[in-house]
């Protein structure tokens, strides 16, 4: 039974931002430290420097020889069963670290030379080279360093979708990044029948991780060690008829050298220029978050029903009294339909120590399509929408609103959903209007245009009525 089904949210996960998850078994998905970098707000921020300080701190420990240290904040990580993300099958067991698994994760990245001596810099890496740490140990100590802002997360989620919270919920092992320890408390939580929940964002989980041992070996360790054995003249150097000389095959080196992380390790001592070839390669390019076809590859749920989201936006009368369900209706169709472009949508967003909020506000991780192209050209970190179910068209009032939530910052990109705009030109001005005197870029989307954009993407999966609009705000 998936978290919808059990609270009756009346969503599938197509229209959800969490991972719906089986609250009984395991889901085959990892939370990718890399992705979290994906994720343009403070809470992403506060937990890409968690896991960079966490991971960190234990290196140095490590290096310096504070052995017990560094084994005492490995032990603090438990089994996440709470997020039923993993490799378990049957009931949920997790495959964290707990005392026992602590200090062999200790033994390996000790006997790493790469991470003993620095080399490494990020958790992710150890994939590439420390025996016994692969993605869903990644996974593991990635979800339960970032276990206060996920409980944070799991709280304004419910507090969205309607689930209900228990209170005093042991929080699990909770790490405090500036006494670099560990403390618990109880907190409100969500809790079936199987257990508490720890809700997790569907942007930051990954069917494998970014860091990817084989991708690594072949096409840049062994690249380098080509260069390096042709440069020397091994014997392993292919001479061919015309007297040309070949570097050796990456089969040959492989035979040679071995496959296994400690060799791949101490290779990449030799060869560091490798890694940092490797890295600067991932620096610039990101797995992109999963899309609705791959959530329903893997079970979570049924690909959105894109027409009858928009038919429950359409059948919302128009008026004050509808305002509330127009606004939810939005909301879930905008969310299925801009995902995976758009993520992490936060209802009421609050701004200006809460004196402001806009109605919603959505994480631009684009890296094409038409967000993409807008995050190249225009501020847009996070993406604005107003919602009005008014019955008349909305005015400069309206667009006033929404530019006065703009920021460099923030964004200077947002949608302003209405029922019907009659007057397109005088709307279309008014628009300009605000583009050409810098307060930021707004595009008008009734009901009609909500259509036009389900109909496009159904089609072609392309949002090409937003790019036309945009480009009209800038012509």
């Given amino acids: 039974m998936k978290v919808s089904e059990y609270y009756n949210l009346g ?16 889901t085959r998905l990892y939370v990718d430290p890399r992705a979290l970098r994906l994720l343009t707000t403070p809470w992403g921020a506060e937990c890409v420097t968690l896991v960079q300080h966490f991971f960190r701190a ?58 003993v001596t620095g080399l490494l810099r990020d958790l992710e890496e150890t994939a590439l080279v420390v025996p016994g740490i692969d993605r869903d140990r990644i996974s593991d100590i990635t979800t339960n360093v970032i276990r206060e802002p996920l409980i944070r997360y799991t709280q304004a989620a419910c507090e969205h979708y309607g689930i209900p919270l228990s209170p005093g919920v042991d ?21 079936t029948a199987e257990g508490k929940l720890l809700l997790v964002p569907k942007a930051i989980v990954r069917r494998k991780l970014d860091y990817n041992g084989s991708e690594y070996l072949n096409h840049y360790l062994l690249t380098y060690i080509q260069d390096a054995e042709l440069a020397a003249g091994s014997e392993l150097v292919r001479l061919l008829k015309s007297g040309d000389r070949r570097p050796p095959t990456k089969k040959a080196l492989k035979e040679r050298y071995g496959t296994n992380k400690l060799v791949i390790a101490e ?15 991932k620096r610039t390019h990101f797995q992109p978050p999963l899309t609705h076809e791959d959530f329903f590859t893997e079970g979570t749920g049924p690909v959105p029903d894109l027409a009858g989201l928009l038919s429950k936006v359409q059948s919302v009368p ?45 994480s631009n991780v684009a890296e094409r399509g038409v967000f993409g192209w807008i995050a190249q050209h225009f501020p847009s970190a996070m993406i604005f929408v107003e919602c009005k179910n008014y019955s008349e068209d909305p005015a400069n009032p309206e667009l006033d609103q929404l530019t006065g939530r703009f920021s460099p910052r923030r964004g200077k990109v947002g949608l302003l959903v209405c029922r019907t705009v009659e007057d397109r030109e ?14 930021g870029f707004i595009v008008v989307l009734d009901d009609g245009d909500l259509g036009a954009l389900v109909e496009s ?3 072609t999966r392309v949002l090409s009525l937003l790019r036309e609009r945009f480009e009209q705000l800038i012509s």
Avoid at 11 to 26: A, M, P, S
Avoid at 87 to 97: N, T
Avoid at 171 to 191: C, I, Q, T
Avoid at 329 to 354: C, K, M, W
């Fill in 318 to 362: 128009p008026g004050s009294d509808g305002a509330d369900a127009y606004h939810k209706a939005v909301e879930a169709l905008l969310s299925a339909l801009f995902y995976p472009n758009l993520t992490s949508p936060q209802v009421e967003y609050r701004i200006h120590d809460g004196r402001k909020r806009i109605d919603i506000a959505y």
């Fill in 11 to 26: 969503r599938h996960q197509g229209e959800l931002d969490f991972v719906d998850v089986d609250i009984w078994g395991d």
């Fill in 171 to 191: 929080s699990g092992p909770l790490w405090n990044d500036r006494a670099k320890s560990w403390f618990a408390r109880f907190e409100h939580l969500p809790v």
């Fill in 457 to 459: 993407y159904q089609a």
């Fill in 58 to 115: 234990v290196l140095e420990a490590i290096r310096n020889g504070r052995n017990d240290e560094a084994k005492r904040w490995l032990s603090g990580l438990r089994e996440p069963n709470e997020t039923h993300l993993g490799l378990s099958r049957g009931r949920a067991r997790g495959s964290g670290l707990g005392p026992e698994l602590a200090e062999e994760v200790w033994e390996s990245l000790s006997a790493t030379d790469a991470a």
């Fill in 267 to 281: 290779l990449t001592q030799r060869y560091p220029e490798a890694l940092e070839n490797y890295r600067t390669q």
């Fill in 426 to 439: 005088t709307m279309k001005a008014r628009c300009r209007d605000a583009a050409d005197d810098d307060r």
